[in-house]
């Protein structure tokens, strides 16, 4: 058995490995994702092209990514003045910003998984221009892209597409994440990339410009990091080899996630960027992808329970080294194509 903390750096906090608890009796639901099918249009979803949305505006009859601001955004702009609380011991502000959506493609049973690597490479292009126009808005200080996959994960719509949140304020997580980078003696995840490939057994892929690798402190059993080797604060900094490169990582280790089990692989996926409140304050800041899938076996979901919720404290079900070469041990090419 393994009783183990290992100590998270960009988050400085202990995460415990319980590898042997992944066998444990099992009396819940199972949570099954579905397999690759359905059509590639559905009348009734509000992202695929030429269909009405809930707001009433209609998609254009688009052929590659689909970029629109969300119609039901968690954040506005102008923000909403605020009711200062009674009682000064109670602290409000205002939560104003921008939400936008992403559609990958106009494909509704695609999936990032099954496009190409150039299709990604374009995906990681709208990424870069859409954080390069929101960082020059004074009214935006931090910029979070992010995809959540799969029922799992609570998405109604499986239409392949991701998420920017760009809000006056900085995330706390983010911000929190800026201050260690910045407090570091050396280049923190240039230290990090350095360790994992010195020990291998939790890198994924890589190549010249980029590398994927399930961390050391994964607080997930198949949590990874998808990391472009240069330092840079934000996605657009990125010059055009550094982008395809990064779009081949990711896109090989999106394809081994399904290919595990052969179906839909459920995840998190979010591109950490610096804060954008003060263009000098987080020079240190290394821009990076973190995907957190929800899954511990198939058809068996990670919760985040009464230790993790409530004292913060994560359990990692997985050994992060075996974890890394299941995702290893399985074809970069997509089961679905080789099906046919």
């Avoid at 990670?302 to 290893?328: I, M, Q, W």
Wanted: contains cysteine; hydrophobic residues 35%; negative net charge.
């Amino acid at each position: 058995m393994t009783w183990e903390r290992r100590w998270h750096p960009l988050r400085e906090e202990w995460v415990t490995i319980t590898s042997h608890r992944n066998t444990r009796p099992w009396s819940g639901s199972d949570e099954i994702e579905a397999a690759v099918s359905g059509e590639s249009f559905d009348s009734g979803c509000y992202l695929c092209p030429g269909n009405s949305r809930i707001s009433g505006e209609q998609n254009p009859d688009y052929e590659g990514i689909y970029v629109f601001d969300n119609d039901h955004p968690s954040f506005g702009l102008p923000a909403a003045d605020v009711q200062p609380p009674a009682d000064d011991f109670f602290k409000v502000a205002t939560a104003g910003g921008i939400c936008r959506v992403i559609c990958y493609s106009p494909q509704h049973n695609g999936s990032l998984a099954r496009m190409s690597v150039a299709e990604t490479r374009a995906l990681i292009d709208t990424w870069a221009d859409e954080t390069e126009s929101l960082v020059a808005n004074p009214e935006v200080a931090s910029v979070l892209i992010f995809e959540n996959k799969g029922e799992v994960v609570g998405v109604s719509n499986n239409h392949p597409h991701g998420q920017i949140y760009a809000p006056g304020f900085v995330l706390d997580g983010i911000r929190r994440e800026a201050e260690i980078f910045e407090r570091s003696e050396r280049p923190l995840m240039s230290q990090l990339i350095a360790a994992e490939e010195a020990d291998g057994r939790r890198v994924v892929t890589s190549n010249d410009r980029a590398v994927a690798f399930v961390p050391y402190f994964a607080r997930f059993p198949y949590e990874a990091y998808v990391v472009p080797r240069q330092q840079r604060q934000f996605v657009y900094e990125l010059d055009d080899q550094a982008r395809t490169e990064l779009a081949v990582v990711l896109n090989e280790l999106l394809v081994r996630y399904d290919n595990l089990w052969r179906r839909d692989f459920p995840y998190m996926m979010l591109l950490h960027q610096s804060p954008c409140d003060s263009a000098e304050k987080y020079p240190a800041y290394h821009m990076h992808i973190q995907i957190h899938p929800p899954m511990r076996q198939p058809g068996l979901q990670k919760y985040l329970a009464s230790v993790e919720t409530g004292v913060g404290h994560f359990l990692n079900d997985g050994c992060p080294e075996d974890k890394a070469e299941e995702l290893r041990s399985v074809s970069p090419i997509h089961y679905a194509n080789i099906l046919g």
